[in-house]
């Protein structure tokens, strides 16, 4: 059970090196999907709660609302999950930034309000010595969305479902030894219509970015993790914590970095919580769809 990994020790992988933790001046996160089955809330957890930064900005769809009022499925994990943000803020004295997305719009009757250093907003402006990024989840830009939000509802129950198969799936290459694959990635990058979109939905957020005065854009949404330059504008995109377990850092001396989290327990010295897919991220460049397969 996904909870379960919530009581396994936080142990060295190398018992001869210290634990250490990462250090940042903001970490952006987003598409958590706290409700869902194949949520990764106990290692996003890990990797906060073992990550120093002055401000967090959760970008979005954190909660998945949608998921929760059709079929529930909140557990332990993901308690653990808001508790951990709660007690960086107090604790640690972390800016907290939360913006809405589409799976959590039921936010959108109470923004923006802010509760102590804990401010929920649908958009946000992040300042760099180099320039400001406009931070934002992205459906704005995604018109099905927008325009035919029941369509994005079906749609999320056949991703649940191609979920649910990618297990079954990663459990037949277990037993036979291999590492585990994410099939909605696979078809995200082979399918050429997703790829249009995609290609799409970064053009317009540059353009957005742009429009705003600023020099950078912030997302999330899409599920595809990247840092690289669109037109003249700086584009990063988070990830998310169901399938690629990635997030974006800001370090100290203003460098962009998108970080996956095996990159997080190798740097930190920390066994990884649970078996998961973890997409492989090349900063500043964009992965080959013509040479992506399915490995079997």
């Known amino acids: 059970m996904p909870e379960d990994l919530e009581d396994q020790p936080d142990t060295p992988t190398n018992p001869e090196r210290t634990k250490t933790k990462l250090r940042a001046r903001t970490v952006f996160i987003s598409d958590v999907h706290l409700g869902m089955p194949d949520c990764k809330a106990a290692q ?75 401010l929920i907003t649908d958009e946000h402006i992040h300042h760099t010595r180099a320039g400001d990024y406009l931070v934002v989840h992205g459906d704005g830009f995604d018109h099905v969305t927008t325009n035919h939000p029941w369509i994005a509802k079906l749609g999320g129950i056949g991703y649940n479902l191609l979920l649910r198969v990618n297990r079954a799936y990663n459990w037949y290459r277990r037993v036979r030894g291999k590492e585990s694959f994410s099939l909605s990635r696979w078809v995200k990058l082979k399918v050429k219509s997703a790829v249009s979109f ?13 429009a705003k005065g600023c020099k950078g854009i912030i997302c999330g949404h899409i599920h595809s993790p990247a840092n690289k330059v669109v037109g003249n504008t700086h584009y ?42 973890v997409a ?8 080959g769809v013509e040479n992506v397969t399915l490995p079997m």
């Open 236 to 277: 990063l995109n988070s990830g998310d914590w169901v399938e690629s377990l990635t997030a974006i850092l800001e370090h100290d001396n203003g460098e962009f970095e998108v970080i996956t989290y095996d990159q997080f327990c190798e740097r930190t010295n920390r066994e990884p919580k649970g078996d998961a897919v």
């Open 198 to 210: 995609v290609g799409k939905y970064e053009e317009q957020l540059q353009e957005l970015a742009k």
């Open 44 to 118: 996003a957890s890990h990797f906060i709660r073992n990550t120093l930064c002055d401000k967090l900005v959760l970008n979005g769809d954190i909660i998945d609302a949608w998921h929760l009022k059709r079929l529930g499925g909140w557990n332990k994990a993901h308690t653990h999950f808001i508790r951990t943000v709660l007690k960086k803020m107090e604790k640690e004295n972390t800016q907290i930034i939360y913006l809405r997305g589409n799976h959590d719009d039921i936010l959108d009757r109470f923004i923006p309000i802010r509760l102590d250093n804990f």
């Open 280 to 287: 492989e991220v090349d900063n500043e460049s964009k992965i």
